[in-house]
């Protein structure tokens, strides 16, 4: 349990050590530009943009961890926001394991955060910390459906996939991140559950242990950028932002 008597302290742990095959062929997804700066340097920013964020730990890839160093002393952060980086493992869980092993004892709170989502306002990360800081052992922030969604029965690619369900929509909710947690709940839960490839997301790792997981708000341009398309769409948020915003 953290200690009554010493504030609570907060990091933050990038993984960015996967290809992201889905936007084509070349440089990991991480350090395609967005505006001309690479998304992880905009990861990187958005989480030191709170003040409640003491320390980044970017899991880089297992060959790029000397590059992504380079990359990131480029683009200094505020004072008051440490940063490290450390060479990822063959599976998003190993990374986010060896991003955990990083940090210090006096960390108490931990927020994971997609290096595919670099336009994350400062505001939905303090509501993170703040409802982790409030008691909740694991927190993620969420949006509600747009779309209606259908439980199907999977067939080989390409071949008609016939319906077997529609979930309520009211009930669901697209999960964003940060995903914040207190730090000894999910170091426990990635000692404990292995998914290996399937832990794409912590929060359900902790679910698996039978702890409470709650949402909060999340952010419409916290969206992850996967596709092309979304890469289209996160340079015009970040147009509008450095013409509204001054954002840099």
């Not at 986010?96 to 931990?110: E, H, K, R, S």
């Not at 459906?145 to 080989?156: E, I, M, R, S």
């Not at 669901?172 to 000894?184: H, K, W």
């Amino acid at each position: 349990m953290p200690d009554p008597s010493r504030p609570l302290r907060t990091a933050a742990v990038i993984p960015a050590a996967g290809r992201g095959v889905r936007l084509g062929p070349g440089t990991p997804k991480a350090l395609r530009t967005l505006g001309g700066t690479p998304m992880l340097v905009h990861a990187v920013r958005a989480m030191a943009a709170s003040r409640a964020v003491s320390l980044i730990v970017v899991v880089a890839p297992p060959d790029g961890a000397a590059e992504v160093s380079r990359l990131l002393d480029e683009h200094p952060l505020p004072e008051r926001t440490d940063l490290r980086v450390v060479p990822g493992g063959g599976t998003r869980q190993e990374s986010v394991q060896l991003g955990l092993a990083a940090l210090p004892d006096t960390i108490d709170v931990v927020l994971v955060h997609d290096a595919a989502r670099p336009l994350v306002p400062v505001d939905t990360v303090d509501a993170v910390v703040a409802a982790v800081r409030a008691g909740a052992p694991a927190v993620v922030p969420a949006l509600p459906l747009a779309d209606t969604v259908k439980q199907v029965d999977p067939q080989p690619q390409g071949a008609p996939e016939p319906v077997v369900g529609t979930p309520e929509r009211a009930l669901l909710r697209a999960v964003q991140t940060p995903q914040g947690f207190d730090l000894a709940t999910l170091r426990k839960a990635h000692d404990t559950v292995v998914e290996g490839e399937g832990a794409t997301d912590d929060a359900g790792l902790v679910e698996r242990l039978g702890s409470p997981v709650v949402v909060v708000p999340g952010h419409e341009e916290a969206f992850k950028v996967t596709r092309p398309l979304d890469l289209v769409l996160a340079e015009a948020v970040l147009a509008r932002r450095r013409a509204t915003d001054g954002y840099v």
